[in-house]
């Protein structure tokens, strides 16, 4: 729904009633960072084969140092937080913005950031959502920190492997 920059979030339940908003939003991350990962390993693959050794500009011999593409780390990171929300315009009569006030959002943005400490878990899930989709995903608790809004108290946050329906990632399978 919104793009700064270099991310962006998404929220599930909040324009469009969704009963099983965790399971819908987890379901988004997994397909996203599975998706757009796999195709940057592909890509980095093809890079290699095509690219050369660059040269020292010294000794025009080949470097030993790989080349800043081939050592960029490439990898696309999600968070999935769930919670209460306020949800709809905010603003005055000439400035209205579509919002969403919720300490998921800083929750969210914190799991994100955390990602890149824990090789291989491009999707850390937090606090409420852990519980909302036990049954429905194969996840591994990767630590206990503090995140916002916390309130000093560490919270468990994991990382999410792959679905455990036979459908594979399809909210709708889980409807009852």
């Known amino acids: 729904e919104t793009f700064m920059g270099d991310h962006f979030w998404v929220s599930f339940n909040a324009t469009t009633l969704c009963s099983s908003h965790a399971v819908a939003a987890t379901c988004f991350a997994l397909e996203i960072t599975t998706l757009l990962n796999n195709a940057a390993i592909q890509n980095m693959k093809h890079i290699k084969k095509e690219d050369t050794q660059p040269m020292d500009a010294a000794s025009e011999a080949p470097s030993s140092q790989p080349s800043a593409f081939k050592a960029a780390p490439c990898g696309v990171t999600c968070g999935v937080s769930s919670g209460r929300a306020f949800v709809g315009p905010l603003g005055t009569d000439s400035i209205r913005r579509h ?44 630590d206990a920190t503090l995140l916002p809004g916390s309130g000093g108290k560490r919270r468990r946050i994991a990382t999410v492997k792959g679905a455990m329906c036979a459908e594979g990632c399809n909210p709708d399978a889980y409807e009852a």
């Open 99 to 142: 919002t969403i006030l919720s300490q998921a959002m800083p929750e969210v943005a914190a799991l994100e950031r955390q990602s890149i400490r824990y090789p291989n878990c491009g999707l850390l899930v937090g606090g409420d959502t852990i519980p909302a989709i036990e049954g429905y995903f194969q996840y591994l608790l990767v």
